[in-house]
């Protein structure tokens, strides 16, 4: 069962590998305007500090990801 890692826990390095990694995911949805890919790690930061979206770690398979508020209470 994955379990949220506070953001601010991991290193600059580690947080925007997951960032990146989740961002440039086929089918994620930023509505119908284009984002730069920094533009689109920068929205992620943002809903990140504000509690907005989590990171999640699934320590069966060693990964993470980044989770919405919502999928976060169903952890």
Known sequence: MPMIIPYDQLSRESLLGIIK?????????????????????????????IGKAFIAFNEEDQSATIVSENQAKGL
């Open 21 to 49: 990694s989740f961002v440039l995911q086929e089918g994620t949805d930023y509505g119908n305007h284009e984002f730069s890919l920094d533009q689109k790690i920068d929205l992620v930061l943002k809903q990140l500090a």
